[in-house]
């Protein structure tokens, strides 16, 4: 994915799909929607004022996204209480602790995190034209509600319905 690493991109370039109110989560029984909270405008500036990490492998593949620090976490929509597990601390040693962020795996495959669980690839068929295929994973473990959220955000947010 060519913008992997400008994680200004996202304030800029989806801003108008925000304001649509695209964000917004259905209320629950008889609540008005709510948007998420990264969203919601007391959240913004905060946002574009967070730590960013771009962490830069061999050939070609890369991480970017927020920093996971106590600062970054209030904005945070997901469950990442996994990463309190000790094992997963070992696994991912201090640099892999520091990441909150979206891999692409060089040349064309790129994985949304957190919370999203989609997988794109990006395949070129011109000088001109790029074919993206979306593939959606979801726990079959997850409450209803859960599993509604991140069908939700995968028909909306990316895909062949998504406002990005």
Same mark, same amino acid.
């Given at each position: 994915?060519?913008?992997?690493? +400008?994680?200004? *991109?996202?304030?800029?370039? *989806?801003?108008?799909?925000?304001?649509? %109110?695209?964000?917004?989560?259905? %209320?629950?029984?008889?609540?008005?929607?709510?948007? =998420?909270?990264?969203?919601?405008?007391?959240?913004?500036?905060?946002?574009?004022?967070?730590?960013?990490?771009?962490?830069?492998?061999?050939? @070609? *593949?890369?991480?970017? @996204? =927020?920093?996971?620090?106590?600062?970054?976490?209030?904005?945070?929509?997901? +469950?990442?209480?996994?990463?309190?597990? &000790?094992?997963?601390?070992?696994?991912? %040693?201090?640099?892999?602790?520091?990441?909150?962020?979206?891999?692409?795996?060089?040349?064309?495959?790129?994985?949304?995190? !957190? @919370?999203?669980?989609?997988?794109?690839?990006?395949? !070129?068929?011109? &000088?001109?034209?790029?074919?993206?295929?979306?593939?959606?994973?979801?726990?079959?473990?997850?409450?209803?509600?859960?599993?509604?959220?991140?069908?939700?955000?995968?028909?909306?947010?990316? %895909?062949?319905? @998504?406002? =990005?």
């Amino acid at each position: 994915a060519d913008n992997v690493w +400008d994680f200004y *991109h996202p304030q800029i370039s *989806h801003a108008s799909s925000q304001m649509s %109110g695209m964000g917004q989560r259905r %209320g629950k029984s008889g609540k008005a929607p709510v948007a =998420p909270p990264q969203t919601q405008p007391q959240n913004m500036a905060m946002r574009l004022q967070q730590a960013h990490i771009v962490i830069l492998g061999e050939y @070609g *593949h890369a991480l970017s @996204g =927020p920093e996971n620090n106590e600062k970054n976490r209030v904005n945070r929509i997901t +469950d990442e209480s996994w990463r309190e597990k &000790p094992e997963v601390q070992q696994i991912l %040693g201090p640099v892999g602790m520091r990441a909150q962020s979206h891999p692409h795996i060089f040349p064309n495959m790129w994985i949304t995190y !957190p @919370g999203f669980a989609q997988i794109s690839m990006r395949l !070129p068929k011109g &000088p001109t034209k790029t074919e993206i295929w979306w593939f959606t994973f979801y726990d079959a473990q997850m409450d209803a509600e859960k599993k509604m959220d991140s069908i939700d955000r995968a028909q909306k947010i990316f %895909g062949p319905a @998504g406002m =990005p």
